[in-house]
């Protein structure tokens, strides 16, 4: 069997997109994100193969440029499936998103393009990183289901306990001849229950504590 060395410049581009597609993975994994390494990594190895295969297997007469559209087609199934629809939030768009533009990077290095492969690379982790920077980031808020008793002022110590300005919900009972408070309240601290746990042995007056992030 005969060795053709343009096979070996074809497999350095594949090569070449699968240092490209784990250095974008890895980004992507140190972040915890749902699509990591691997996925990065084939995505852009398989991109670059089809793109390979369609450019010098068929000889001349064949369009590239087809493949080409059918890779990105494709790629948008499998985005699709990083994608999920959870608790009124939608999760893994941003993923998916470069998984997409991953799969263009490893195009470009099997069309050749290996100058706009390493830029576009650099540029989509720069991006990725930037972004994740708090100053273009939006504060999150947690909710606290709280039951307390009233005798002095204790909703403002609530108020200040928990950085909050005013209850989102309230609800005032009266039991056994005193004044039941449940309130439900937003904050943009996660608090763990260690730490609520020990909010609850510093205030007597505080009867429950309960994390309810889904309302």
Same mark, same amino acid.
Request: some cysteine; proline content about 0%.
């Given at each position: 069997? #005969?060795? #053709?060395? #343009?096979?070996?410049?074809? /497999?350095?581009?594949?090569?070449?997109?699968? /240092?490209? !597609?784990?250095?974008?993975?890895?980004?992507?994994?140190?972040?915890?994100?749902?699509?990591?390494?691997?996925?990065?990594?084939?995505?852009?190895? =398989?991109?670059?193969?089809?793109? +390979?295969?369609? %450019?010098?297997?068929?000889?001349?007469?064949?369009?590239?440029?087809?493949?080409?559209?059918?890779?990105?087609?494709?790629?948008?199934?499998? =985005?699709?499936?990083?994608? +999920?629809? %959870?608790?009124?939030?939608?999760?893994?768009?941003?993923?998916?998103? !470069?998984?997409?533009?991953?799969?263009?990077?490893?195009?470009?290095? =099997?069309?050749?393009?290996? /100058?706009?492969?390493?830029?576009?690379?650099?540029?989509?982790?720069?991006?990725?990183? /930037?972004?994740?920077?708090?100053?273009?980031?939006?504060?999150?808020?947690?909710?606290?289901?709280?039951?307390?008793?009233?005798? #002095?002022?204790?909703?403002?110590?609530?108020?200040?306990?928990?950085?909050?300005?005013?209850? %989102?919900?309230?609800?005032?009972?009266? %039991?056994?001849?005193?004044?039941?408070?449940?309130?439900?309240?937003?904050?943009?601290?996660?608090?763990?229950?260690?730490?609520?746990?020990?909010?609850?042995?510093?205030?007597?007056?505080?009867?429950?504590?309960?994390?309810?992030?889904?309302?």
């Amino acid at each position: 069997m #005969n060795l #053709n060395l #343009n096979e070996l410049y074809w /497999l350095l581009d594949i090569f070449i997109a699968a /240092l490209l !597609g784990f250095f974008i993975g890895w980004e992507r994994k140190i972040r915890s994100k749902e699509a990591g390494i691997r996925t990065h990594t084939i995505v852009c190895i =398989g991109a670059s193969l089809m793109m +390979v295969i369609s %450019k010098y297997a068929f000889g001349s007469e064949a369009d590239s440029a087809r493949v080409a559209a059918q890779i990105v087609a494709g790629i948008g199934f499998l =985005g699709a499936g990083i994608i +999920v629809y %959870k608790k009124n939030v939608v999760h893994g768009l941003t993923t998916a998103a !470069g998984v997409w533009t991953t799969a263009g990077i490893g195009m470009a290095c =099997g069309g050749g393009l290996y /100058l706009v492969a390493v830029g576009a690379t650099l540029i989509l982790v720069s991006t990725q990183w /930037l972004l994740h920077r708090k100053i273009f980031s939006h504060k999150r808020y947690y909710s606290i289901k709280i039951t307390f008793t009233e005798s #002095n002022n204790e909703r403002e110590i609530v108020k200040k306990l928990f950085g909050t300005e005013h209850y %989102k919900r309230l609800i005032i009972e009266r %039991k056994d001849g005193a004044l039941l408070y449940k309130a439900l309240l937003n904050t943009d601290v996660e608090y763990s229950s260690a730490r609520l746990d020990e909010i609850m042995k510093s205030h007597d007056f505080i009867l429950s504590l309960e994390r309810c992030d889904d309302e």
